[in-house]
């Protein structure tokens, strides 16, 4: 069984178009994440979903919205997009209230913007 | 300043070898802390959480000390299968992750 999973794997367009990413996760978890992964590795979150509280980091572009539409679904559509948005998203989830907050990740979405 | 900060490597270390990689923080109100290891072109998985008193797990031996806010990752008899990216990862409260770039290791046979 996939515990968080995205769709798509691989994401082609061009600028300008908008796209959204789905994920599900199927643990039971309170807690959802995106995060993007740059081209040099660097991993940084984007959204924190817990509970219907949306923490948006400041750093991230208004063109991004993630949407939730109950506890397991965690989306992200992503308006005109730009070429620097290429990159690897990654979703996550974690149970907050065991306050450990150990993190399960879905395989990813390589989007490239061309 | 960089909220985690990791020697990105590359590490490359011999079959049996022993390894260790350690990761600084900068917010002294860091709550929990992780190593996750990422395969190429994978997601990250949790390798393992890192407790106060310093914990084992096989092969695998992590440490944190809070005074000098650092953590450690010890590696013993390496395994051709260890090689990969290993993350550090130091959490403030559930929405305040912060993901070091990562140590490459490479063992060889």
């Known amino acids: 069984d996939t515990a968080v999973s995205q769709t798509p794997k691989y994401l082609v367009t061009q600028m300008g178009n908008d796209k959204s990413i789905k994920c599900e996760q199927n643990?039971?978890?309170?807690?959802m994440y995106w995060y993007k992964q740059d081209s040099k590795k660097f991993l940084k979150i984007m959204f924190s979903?817990?509970?219907?509280?949306?923490?948006i980091n400041e750093t991230v572009p208004n063109r991004f919205s993630p949407k939730s539409p109950d506890k397991a679904h965690l989306n992200l559509h992503i308006n005109s997009l730009e070429l620097g948005d290429s990159a690897v998203y990654f979703c996550a989830s974690s149970q907050a209230g065991t306050g450990t907050y150990e993190q399960y990740f879905g395989p990813g979405t390589r989007l490239t913007v061309t | 300043r960089k909220e985690v900060e990791q020697d990105p490597g590359p590490f490359n270390v011999p079959e049996g070898a022993t390894v260790a990689f350690n990761c600084t923080y900068s917010?002294?109100?860091?709550?929990?802390f992780f190593w996750y290891r990422q395969d190429c072109r994978k997601e990250p998985k949790l390798l393992m959480s890192?407790?106060?008193s310093g914990n084992e797990d096989g092969r695998f031996t992590a440490q944190l000390n809070r005074a000098s806010q650092y953590i450690s990752l010890l590696i013993r008899d390496s395994k051709l299968s260890d090689s990969a990216t290993y993350l550090c990862v130091v959490t403030q409260n559930f929405n305040k992750f912060y993901f070091g770039s990562g140590t490459k290791l490479n063992v060889k046979p």
């Open positions: 979903y817990n509970n219907k509280e949306l923490i």
């Open positions: 917010n002294s109100a860091s709550q929990s």
């Open positions: 890192v407790y106060s």
């Open positions: 643990l039971g978890h309170d807690t």
